[in-house]
């Protein structure tokens, strides 16, 4: 079985510093990790994933994310965040070599309130 | 990435109806997957729909609850079956080329049930 943690159900922070949401996960052999972000009223729109190679991983709107695997960590990190940030953001992870394919499990979430 | 659009975008129902939720991509996918996201809550994966065959459901989901069609490459439907208010829901679709693709999710159909 499969499962991903995110300790946090909501982040503060202020406009203009870094902000940091944390993921660990548990997965049987290698994992595929993701990043989704969830804008209300929306879907889920992808930032990120670790597949394999560099651990430092970038994505979109200036997000990027460390694997770690002997802490089982992906956190989330933005040097500088925007009020536009504030969201619901979802941890997942898939297992490596799945063979009905990426079934992804979810965290919990965090939501992200940057403030002005 | 794969344009995918749902329909409806949200209903309200009376308990014990059935709605069918439809799930539209602008180019032939591999896998297609239903998600429940129930009030303040994360996603859970209800099944994956197979092309030509029956879906696979994630334990706790079954085929008389949650029909699932996919009879092409680009479309799937999912009905929420003899409604109560506890599906009251977000349920989303969602596409991916393979196991290290990028699952890329609907915009979601907000269900309410009366």
């Known amino acids: 079985a499969q499962s991903v943690a995110q300790p946090e159900d909501q982040v503060n922070v202020a406009e203009g510093n870094p902000l940091t949401v944390k993921c660990t996960y548990s997965?049987?052999?290698?994992?595929?990790l993701f990043w989704y972000v969830q804008y209300p009223n929306r879907g889920l729109q992808f930032l990120l994933k670790y597949i394999t190679g560099d651990n430092l991983v970038k994505g979109s709107y200036g997000f990027e994310a460390e694997f770690n695997k002997s802490q089982t960590s992906f956190h989330l990190k933005k040097p500088s965040a925007l009020v536009s940030d504030s969201a619901l953001y979802f941890c997942a992870v898939s297992r490596r070599g799945q063979a009905a394919g990426n079934k992804l499990t979810f965290g919990g979430g965090t939501r992200v309130l940057v403030k002005p | 990435s794969a344009v995918i659009s749902q329909k409806p975008s949200r209903d309200i129902c009376q308990r014990g109806t059935s709605l069918t939720i439809q799930c539209q991509v602008d180019?032939?996918?591999?896998?297609m997957f239903w998600y429940r996201q129930q009030p303040g809550q994360s996603l859970t994966l209800i099944a994956t729909a197979n092309q030509g065959s029956e879906a696979t459901y994630e334990s706790g989901f079954v085929i008389d609850k949650f029909p699932i069609s996919r009879p092409n490459l680009t479309f799937s439907t999912l009905t929420v079956s003899n409604m109560s208010p506890e599906d009251s829901s977000i349920y989303l679709c969602?596409?991916?080329?393979?196991?290290?693709?990028?699952?890329?999710f609907g915009p979601g159909t907000r269900l309410t049930v009366l």
């Open positions: 969602s596409v991916g080329q393979g196991n290290r693709d990028t699952q890329y």
């Open positions: 997965v049987s052999g290698n994992p595929y």
């Open positions: 180019s032939q996918v591999t896998m």
